[in-house]
Structures are given as C-alpha cells and as structure tokens.
C-alpha cells in the first residue's frame, strides 16, 4: 500500500536550530547561522551544515564547538561550598543540619551528586537533572575528585609513592590517582589526592591506613568544576563554560556501557561519602 503524501500545508516538527541555541542563551540567531556555516555545531554527533535544520529539545544533544549544550532551560546547576557540621541529605533522620538550608530559595526542587560526609567540607554539586546526577555520581564513569587533606605526622616522599602504587583495605586495595605533598610541619602534613572511587569514606580511610590520620578534609574539584574562592557555606550557579565542561563529560560513554558491570572495588555505594 502507498503511504499518503505529506501534507504540504501541516506545520513542520520540531524547533529551528537557531532559536533553541539563542533561547538557551548561546548567541544571537544570526551568530548561531554563521556558526552553522563555518560547521561548529553538531547534533547528536553529526556537524549541521543546513541553516533550516529543526530540532527536538527534550531529546535531540546539541553541541557547539565540540561542548555541550543544555536545551531544556528548566535544569538548574549550582556549587555548593560545603561547609562542616552538615550532612548531604535533604532530610536527616536525626534532625543534623543538612542540604535545605542551600536549596530553599531555588524554585526548583534541588538535590546533592554524591556525597561527603559531616566533617568533610568543599564542593557539592546540586541540581534537578537526574541523568547527570547519575553519571556523575557513579564510579563506573570515572569522574575524579580531588581532596586536601591536613593529616597527623609528616608525611614522606615513599609514603605518597605507597598510595599511588596502592593498600590494601578491609573492602580490597586501592590506590590514588594521584597523591603529592603540598605542606608540612613538625607534626602534620597537607596531602592532595585525585581519586575517582566512590567508597565509603574512602580518603580518610586511605590516609589512616599509611599511618596520617585526617583531621581536616576538603572537596577542592569535582571534574572539571573548581571550588575556586568560593566560601564555605556558599553556593553559585555554574557559568555557562562550567556547565557545558561538565554536560560534555556527562554525555561521554561510560567505560562499563551496563554500569551494574563495574568492579565490586567501585560498586559499593554510587554515591560517595568521603
């Protein structure tokens, strides 16, 4: 059976690729035409060379100059400076100081990727944009997070070796991403460690193991976010070159394309509690 012709009058699908990157604040429609020409946007992996190309927001990806966009205009992103004495919980079972006295004021309804624990302080990311949240939080795709940690003792040039090279926990061996050390005194030491393992407590538990307890702890980097001078208690919206840093990561594959695959070294809690 022949398929009834397209009816030449119904109104075409889908949105003008310039509106929806000058709506989501790209540029103006003009600038978006001229980056369209010179082949510096892509959707869905595939350059755009047609100026009267349309679009679906709520599923097409979106990319210009190889970072990703946000369409949907209703996902919010904010850093948070985590400060310590409060629990990265919505709620506390407990009644401690937790994550509400930071979203209140948003009018969308906020939650925390990932977690530190009460006595960790440093960068927290809240959003409503549930399928970043997962790629981030998860350890199969590999997001690092980098920590200072002030600790007890002096810590040595083969100490910081033992912790890249790895030790073995009561949960299996683990080993920093990187380690160096950036200050010490007669009676402690400050260590920063990239790690991209989302278990429980997982620095402290590392740095006691080598013999340098952690006294203070801090989140400094989540990927490529930066808590900069951002002051503890504080939160900001990410910039547009923050969030499409971070979209850009979130829509790479993971390394584990089934993530229930990753190793039982990472599987423990997806959402870590440093």
Do not use: C, W
Request: hydrophobic letters at 35%.
């Amino acid at each position: 059976m022949t398929p009834a012709p397209a009816d030449p009058f119904a109104a075409p699908e889908g949105v003008r690729l310039q509106k929806v990157l000058a709506n989501a604040g790209v540029a103006s429609r003009r600038v978006i035409e001229q980056y369209i020409v010179e082949g510096r946007i892509r959707v869905n992996g595939s350059v755009v060379t047609e100026l009267g190309r349309r679009i679906d927001p709520e599923k097409d990806l979106v990319d210009v100059d190889g970072t990703a966009v946000q369409l949907d205009t209703g996902k919010r992103y904010v850093m948070l400076n985590k400060p310590t004495g409060v629990v990265s919980s919505m709620k506390d079972e407990k009644g401690r100081p937790d994550l509400r006295r930071f979203t209140k004021d948003y009018e969308e309804r906020l939650y925390n990727v990932g977690r530190l624990d009460a006595e960790t302080s440093g960068l927290l990311i809240l959003t409503n944009d549930g399928d970043l949240a997962h790629v981030l939080a998860h350890p199969s795709f590999g997001v690092t997070k980098v920590y200072i940690a002030k600790v007890e003792g002096v810590v040595t040039a083969q100490t910081i070796a033992k912790l890249t090279r790895g030790i073995e926990l009561e949960d299996g061996p683990i080993a920093a991403d990187k380690a160096r050390l950036l200050d010490s005194s007669a009676s402690s030491s400050l260590v920063e460690l990239t790690l991209h393992s989302g278990r429980n407590r997982i620095v402290r538990r590392m740095l006691a193991a080598v013999g340098h307890p952690v006294t203070e702890l801090v989140r400094r980097q989540f990927g490529p976010l930066h808590l900069g001078t951002l002051p503890a208690g504080k939160s900001r919206e990410l910039t547009k070159i923050e969030l499409g840093a971070l979209l850009t990561l979130s829509r790479q594959e993971s390394p584990e394309d089934d993530a229930s695959n990753a190793s039982a070294d990472d599987r423990g809690d997806a959402q870590e509690n440093e």
